[in-house]
């Protein structure tokens, strides 16, 4: 038996639960297969605990969210498709990455509207990513910046050393021991600047860092930024435009070792120097002490053997200078005592005694020597002594 449906001012009136069939019938019969659709992961939504994933789907237009959709990922169909999408990306499934689904459009009266994903294609991302890759080092060569950072000298002995990476990161342990426990000695300077080293939210923590840095510049000799290892994906934050220009327009020279042996980032690509691993840029660092070391070594034998040679060259000259000094000095010591006994003889020829012995007198008044006869006066008392005795008289 039928009932009557209730009216409201002669329209009939439905349930919400009959408004949510009608449609679940209507998309039912509209969308019966499944669509391979592209989108954007704003929020993953994993529940360990249930193994269900609920991806918020989003498609932007510029920095604008143009559509957004809930998915669905049932636990069995999750763990397959994140094991083979691990398997040729390298990383699980995570926020902020484009992906290309083939999913089933579902409307369920108690949960709304979804889309039940059945597969993600790992190569679309990987595919994004190199387009994405591209797009950035296009830009930073139409702009000129591209190879700014490399054209910069990294100081003869880079021993500040301003470090952004993660403390408890094993690429930021192998960096510091591999570095500070050198074979020769060689000691630095090294700070710890902490940034996020993967996904969207590195590309923030690491420019606000290079900021930090650039603001105490006159303080370090050159940056490093060193990770451990990963897959390509979870690396794309090292194609950002952003992060790549700032690497590329740094006044000071920066030394990556990001962990990834496939494919160059667009950051490895403008940094000054790249190397895989921490490890290898610690080696970079060391080789320019060692250079360096090398260098003075070279100078310091060439030195030695310039000396050498001097020496060899001048050797016999020089013994045979120093057979002359003997004979040299004999003479000049005879010559001077020549000299001395002319002129001791002058000296007593020039005696009083031998003066006085030829005929001469010296007449002397108050103690002094008349040299002249038109100061004397009358009654001036002299006393003049000749070779033999003395006498005294009174000018008249």
């Not at 902490?194 to 860092?209: C, D, M, N, R, V």
């Not at 070792?257 to 403008?270: A, K, M, R």
């Not at 120097?273 to 080696?283: G, L, S, W």
């Not at 060899?312 to 006994?341: C, V, W, Y």
Request: glycine fraction near 6%.
């Amino acid at each position: 038996m039928s009932t009557s449906r209730e009216t409201f001012n002669n329209h009939p009136i439905y349930s919400l639960s009959e408004i949510a069939m009608s449609l679940h019938n209507v998309i039912e019969r509209t969308y019966p297969q499944a669509y391979f659709v592209k989108a954007e992961i704003l929020r993953l939504n994993f529940y360990p605990h249930s193994g269900h994933c609920y991806p918020e789907l989003i498609e932007k237009e510029g920095s604008a969210i143009k559509a957004e959709l809930r998915g669905v990922i049932w636990s069995s169909q999750f763990r397959q498709i994140n094991e083979r999408f691990m398997r040729i990306t390298g990383e699980p499934l995570r926020e902020n990455i484009k992906i290309l689904c083939l999913a089933k459009i579902e409307f369920s009266p108690k949960h709304g509207l979804a889309l039940h994903i059945q597969d993600i294609e790992p190569s679309f991302t990987l595919g994004e990513i190199m387009k994405n890759r591209a797009e950035a080092i296009e830009r930073l060569k139409k702009e000129g910046v591209y190879d700014l950072n490399r054209r910069l000298s990294l100081p003869l002995l880079p021993k500040r050393i301003a470090v952004i990476s993660v403390e408890t990161s094993k690429g930021y342990s192998d960096f510091i021991t591999t570095l500070t426990q050198n074979a020769a000695g060689y000691c630095f300077e090294t700070e710890l600047f902490p940034s996020i080293l993967q996904g969207e939210k590195a590309i923030t923590g690491i420019t606000s860092q290079l900021d930090a840095i650039e603001a105490r510049r006159a303080e370090f000799d050159c940056v490093v930024i060193v990770r451990g290892g990963g897959g390509d994906v979870g690396l794309s934050c090292y194609d950002d435009y952003q992060m790549a220009r700032r690497v590329a327009t740094f006044p000071l020279p920066v030394l990556t070792g990001i962990g990834h042996s496939t494919n160059l980032s667009v950051v490895d690509l403008v940094a000054h120097t790249h190397k895989i691993t921490p490890t290898d840029v610690a080696f970079t660092i060391l080789q320019a002490f060692e250079n360096f070391d090398n260098r003075v070594e070279e100078c310091r034998a060439h030195i030695m053997d310039k000396a050498q040679r001097i020496l060899s060259e001048h050797g016999e000259s020089l013994a045979k200078f120093t057979e002359k000094i003997p004979n040299a000095a004999s003479r000049i010591l005879h010559d001077s005592m020549q000299t001395l006994s002319f002129i001791e003889g002058k000296i007593k020829l020039l005696h009083p005694d031998n003066i006085l012995k030829r005929g001469f007198s010296i007449t002397v008044m108050d103690g002094r020597t008349v040299t002249d006869g038109t100061v004397l006066k009358k009654g001036d008392h002299l006393r003049t002594r000749f070779y033999n005795g003395e006498v005294e008289s009174t000018v008249e």
